[in-house]
């Protein structure tokens, strides 16, 4: 399957944060036609952090422009993309959908079973941006090490289905995978 605008069908972005994965990974879908932003963060009313995670969103917003059609989904990513297969998407982020998938006590494995095996059949492109939590110090509790794990074997199934896979460090891209060169 083929993507539009020379892009692969998929491919994932990782990095650590403010690593400037996210820009980069804009800039892959944005030259593209009606792009659709999947966000997997949704602005609460009474965030305990005083609406820090709203202005992260706006800030994002305000980044892309309005050609982007954002579409807020918090746990079904599959159907989303299935929905939208052959538009250029973006998902922001992958580690965040997991956050979303433990809060809602689901059944984590087979979430990203079913998320790879979604990707590997998508026209795309679709490029998901995902952040490396897994080279710092390992956490002191049990629930942010099973995080931690989670979000690696997470990483490594949405690697192994993409065609493409790029590191951002410092706002510079690494090119870890490439199957169209």
Request: charged share 20%; proline share 4%.
């Amino acid at each position: 399957m083929s993507a539009a605008a020379g892009q692969p069908s998929v491919t994932l972005v990782l990095g650590g944060a403010r690593s400037g994965k996210s820009a980069y990974a804009e800039g892959l879908i944005g030259g593209t036609g009606n792009p659709v932003y999947l966000a997997t963060a949704e602005a609460r009313h009474g965030d305990d952090d005083g609406g820090e995670m709203a202005r992260r969103i706006q800030d994002h917003q305000n980044r892309r422009g309005p050609q982007w059609q954002t579409v807020e989904e918090p746990l079904d990513l599959a159907g989303v993309l299935k929905a939208h297969d052959g538009r250029p998407v973006l998902v922001d982020c992958l580690t965040l959908w997991l956050a979303n998938i433990l809060a809602a006590d689901m059944d984590v494995d087979k979430a990203v079973a079913g998320l790879g095996v979604c990707l590997e059949g998508l026209a795309g492109p679709v490029v998901l941006v995902s952040n490396e939590v897994g080279e710092g110090i390992i956490p002191d509790n049990a629930l942010a090490r099973a995080y931690m794990d989670h979000a690696g074997r997470m990483n490594q199934r949405i690697a192994a289905a993409a065609r493409r896979v790029v590191f951002v460090r410092a706002g510079l891209p690494q090119i870890l995978k490439d199957e169209n060169q």
